[in-house]
C-alpha cells in the first residue's frame, strides 16, 4: 500500500475516535460547541474517507477512456470535502444561535476540556504527517485533509478555551459564542479549500513561480531558435501540463528540429516537479534574415544544469 495511502487511512482511525470522545463529551455535557466540534470531526471524517478513494483512483494510471490519467480525481475530492466543510459550518452556526437564546447550564465541563485538547493534540500530530507526505507526493486530496485537522486543532482549542472560561466565571452564553466562531472559522478554511481545489478542474495556468521557471529554462537556448509563443499551462493533480510554439529558421531540418524540441522539454522538465511538455515547430517565414548556418548545426539533446526542481 502507498504512501498515501496509508497516511489516509490514519486520518480515518484518527477521525473515528475523536468523533466518539468528542459525542460522548458533548451528550454529558451539553455543550453546543463539542457538539459542533464533533460534527467538524465528522466532516472531517467524510473528507478522509473521499481523499482515501480519490489518491486510490487518483494513482491509477491512463487508459483509453482517460488517457491523460485520473490526477484530477484528487481534485474534484478536494471541492466536495469544501462543500461538505459549508455545510457542517452552516449547522454549527443554527444551532449556535438557537443555544445563544435559549441557554443552559454544562455539565461536566471537565471533561470537554480534556478532550479538546487531547483532539488538539491528536491533530496536531496527524495534520503534519499528512502536510509532510502531501508535499513529497504533490497530493491536493491529502493537503486538504491535513488542512481540515489543522482547521480542527484552532477550533479545538478554542472551544477547550471557551469551555474553560465557562468553568471559572459560569457566563453560560460563551458556549454558543464560540461555536458561532468556530462555525466562522471553518468557513473561511472551506472557501479556500474549494478556490485551490477547483481551479484545475478548469484548466487555470500555473503559479506565476512556475511560469517564470519555464520562461527562464527556455531563454537558456534562446539561440537554438528564433522565438516561441503560445505557451499555455495548466494542472491535473499533481501533473502539470505545458505546451508551446517554437519558430525556427525555415531551413532547418526534422533532425534539428526534433532534437531542439526534446532538449527544451528535458529543460523544462528538470526546472518544474512532474511536467508532462509537449512543444510544436514552426518554420519561419520569408522575411527570416538568420544566417542558414546558424540552424544547419547539430543540437545536442543534453539539457543545461540547471537547479533542482521546484516542489520536488
Request: net charge negative; proline share 4%.
Amino acid at each position: 500500500m502507498s504512501r498515501k495511502k496509508n497516511v489516509a487511512l490514519l486520518s480515518v482511525a484518527s477521525n473515528t475516535l475523536l468523533i466518539t470522545l468528542k459525542l460522548i463529551a458533548g451528550t454529558l455535557s451539553g455543550s453546543v460547541s463539542i457538539i459542533s466540534e464533533a460534527i467538524h470531526s465528522m466532516m472531517d471524517l467524510v473528507a478522509a474517507v473521499i481523499a482515501f478513494f480519490a489518491v486510490r483512483l487518483a494513482d491509477a494510471p491512463p487508459d483509453e477512456d482517460h488517457p491523460y490519467g485520473h490526477e484530477k480525481f484528487e481534485n474534484v475530492s478536494g471541492v466536495i470535502e469544501g462543500v461538505l466543510i459549508v455545510v457542517a459550518a452552516v449547522w454549527i452556526i443554527v444551532e449556535a444561535v438557537h443555544k445563544l437564546f435559549n441557554p443552559a447550564p454544562l455539565e461536566a465541563a471537565a471533561w470537554g476540556v480534556a478532550v479538546m485538547f487531547v483532539s488538539a493534540l491528536v491533530n496536531t500530530l496527524v495534520s503534519r504527517l499528512l502536510y509532510k507526505v502531501a508535499r513529497e507526493e504533490h497530493s491536493m486530496a491529502l493537503e486538504a485533509d491535513a488542512l481540515h485537522l489543522k482547521a480542527d486543532v484552532y477550533t479545538s482549542l478554542g472551544v477547550g478555551a471557551g469551555l474553560a472560561a465557562i468553568w471559572l466565571t459560569g457566563w453560560h452564553q460563551l458556549d454558543p459564542l464560540v461555536a458561532i466562531a468556530v462555525a466562522l472559522f471553518i468557513l473561511k478554511e472551506a472557501f479556500e479549500l474549494i478556490a485551490r481545489a477547483f481551479a484545475p478542474l478548469i484548466d487555470a495556468s500555473l503559479p506565476k513561480e512556475e511560469i517564470d521557471a519555464i520562461h527562464a529554462a527556455l531563454s537558456r537556448h534562446a539561440h537554438d531558435y528564433i522565438d516561441y509563443h503560445n505557451l499555455r499551462t495548466r494542472q491535473s493533480g499533481k501533473i502539470r501540463h505545458v505546451d508551446l510554439h517554437v519558430t525556427l529558421h525555415r531551413y532547418s531540418t526534422l533532425e534539428n528540429a526534433h532534437a531542439l524540441c526534446d532538449r527544451l522539454e528535458a529543460e523544462i522538465e528538470s526546472v518544474i516537479a512532474h511536467a508532462n511538455v509537449l512543444i510544436h515547430s514552426d518554420p519561419c517565414d520569408a522575411s527570416c534574415t538568420c544566417p542558414d548556418q546558424v540552424f544547419a548545426r547539430p543540437i545536442s539533446t543534453t539539457p543545461a544544469m540547471t537547479s533542482a526542481a521546484p516542489n520536488s
